[in-house]
């Protein structure tokens, strides 16, 4: 098959002017010029990739909502079920949101569904298993958004349900109590590429920012969440979403994260991989080392996974 190249004209004049304003050598210079990044600004916050440079959680079109109802059933103590996926991405995103909940007192479980029997997403019969166990409270986790005959039958069943996803959605939404999404129609999230740990995370922020009534959410919450972004680091690089904008911020700090307070489960999957001899975590680490084994799991029907303790 015939490539063809498309090579952008060498503008030394450009390249001179960005090196002087940002303070940056000629050849990253060039480089950010050849990503379209031609301001001193645009290009500092780019090389820095400061946590703070995150968009609050309530920005995310139905976090507020989602974490509202969440802090209302810790509060009640009504039995909240994460529902996952059996992915990299949905795992992390599980463990992020079931986390989250254990520490804030939930009475708080998770279901993932067995890939080889009961399919992706949302299923019936899994939310009446899950009803007559005495869930009250359903929130998926990286699916749910096309499951449109299942969250009728969550509602049939007096089920509260919160979907955050951020795959394509069908022409018409499910009806759920909180969608969490993006690109959730009426909203200008300005970036569409978040994971389902990128979202699942900005929900858990959220939740915290409620639960403490604080911007800056105490330590022990603040601590959690500092974990929590090594998990979102994990999804996002295991999900092959583009590494820009809040995704390069979160594996950027996630990938320290992860190496320095990895979760349990992690800790120990490290510790076989010969990764906690490594000096530093990569994306590398992340791509053909974690997630596959992680992967893994979900193709041979095995459930019994814990990244959390």
Same mark, same amino acid.
């Given at each position: 098959?015939?490539?063809?190249?498309?090579?952008?004209?060498?503008?030394? /004049?450009?390249?001179?002017?960005? /090196?002087?304003?940002?303070?940056?050598?000629?050849?990253?210079?060039?480089?950010?010029?050849?990503?379209?990044?031609?301001?001193?600004?645009?290009?500092?916050?780019?090389?820095?990739?400061?946590?703070?440079? &995150?968009?609050?959680?309530?920005?995310?079109?139905?976090?507020?909502?989602?974490?509202?109802?969440?802090?209302?059933?810790?509060?009640? @103590?009504?039995?909240?079920?994460?529902?996952?996926?059996?992915?990299?991405?949905?795992?992390?995103?599980?463990?992020?949101?079931? =986390?989250?909940?254990?520490?804030?007192?939930?009475?708080?479980?998770?279901?993932?569904?067995?890939?080889?029997?009961?399919?992706?997403?949302?299923? /019936?019969?899994?939310? /009446?298993?899950?009803? @007559?166990?005495?869930?009250?409270?359903?929130?998926?986790?990286?699916?749910?958004?096309?499951?449109?005959?299942?969250?009728?039958?969550?509602?049939?069943?007096?089920? *509260?349900?919160?979907?955050?996803?951020?795959?394509?959605?069908?022409?018409?939404?499910?009806?759920?109590?909180?969608?969490?999404?993006?690109? &959730?129609? =009426?909203?200008?999230?300005?970036?569409?590429?978040?994971?389902?740990?990128?979202?699942?995370?900005?929900?858990?922020?959220?939740?915290?920012?409620?639960?403490?009534?604080?911007?800056?959410?105490?330590?022990?919450?603040?601590?959690?969440?500092?974990?929590?972004?090594?998990?979102?680091?994990?999804?996002?690089?295991?999900?092959?979403?583009?590494?820009?904008?809040?995704?390069?911020?979160?594996?950027?700090?996630?990938?320290?994260?992860?190496?320095? *307070?990895?979760?349990?489960?992690?800790?120990?999957?490290?510790?076989?991989?010969?990764?906690?001899? @490594?000096?530093? &975590?990569?994306?590398?680490?992340?791509?053909?080392?974690?997630?596959?084994?992680?992967?893994?799991? =979900?193709?041979?029907?095995?459930?019994?996974?814990?990244?959390?303790?």
């Amino acid at each position: 098959m015939d490539r063809h190249w498309s090579i952008r004209p060498h503008e030394p /004049e450009r390249i001179a002017e960005l /090196e002087r304003a940002a303070g940056v050598p000629w050849v990253v210079a060039q480089l950010l010029i050849c990503r379209g990044i031609d301001s001193s600004d645009v290009a500092r916050e780019f090389l820095s990739a400061k946590l703070t440079s &995150l968009r609050v959680p309530r920005d995310l079109p139905g976090a507020s909502d989602a974490a509202r109802l969440l802090a209302e059933a810790v509060e009640r @103590k009504q039995r909240v079920v994460v529902y996952g996926d059996y992915d990299a991405d949905g795992m992390t995103g599980t463990a992020i949101l079931l =986390g989250c909940l254990k520490m804030l007192g939930a009475d708080a479980t998770y279901y993932v569904p067995n890939r080889l029997e009961e399919g992706y997403g949302l299923s /019936e019969a899994a939310l /009446e298993k899950l009803s @007559k166990q005495g869930a009250e409270v359903v929130i998926s986790v990286d699916c749910g958004i096309a499951s449109i005959r299942p969250a009728e039958k969550a509602r049939e069943l007096g089920l *509260r349900l919160i979907i955050t996803d951020h795959h394509r959605f069908a022409e018409s939404l499910p009806v759920a109590d909180a969608i969490v999404h993006p690109q &959730l129609p =009426g909203h200008d999230y300005p970036f569409a590429g978040l994971c389902g740990a990128g979202v699942a995370l900005k929900v858990a922020w959220e939740l915290c920012r409620q639960v403490s009534g604080e911007e800056r959410v105490p330590e022990r919450m603040r601590n959690f969440l500092l974990q929590a972004v090594g998990l979102a680091a994990l999804g996002t690089v295991a999900d092959v979403v583009p590494l820009l904008d809040e995704n390069r911020i979160l594996v950027r700090h996630g990938l320290v994260s992860l190496y320095q *307070r990895p979760p349990l489960g992690l800790a120990r999957l490290m510790k076989v991989t010969g990764l906690d001899k @490594k000096s530093r &975590l990569t994306c590398e680490d992340i791509g053909f080392t974690l997630a596959p084994r992680l992967n893994a799991a =979900g193709r041979l029907g095995q459930r019994s996974w814990r990244l959390s303790c």
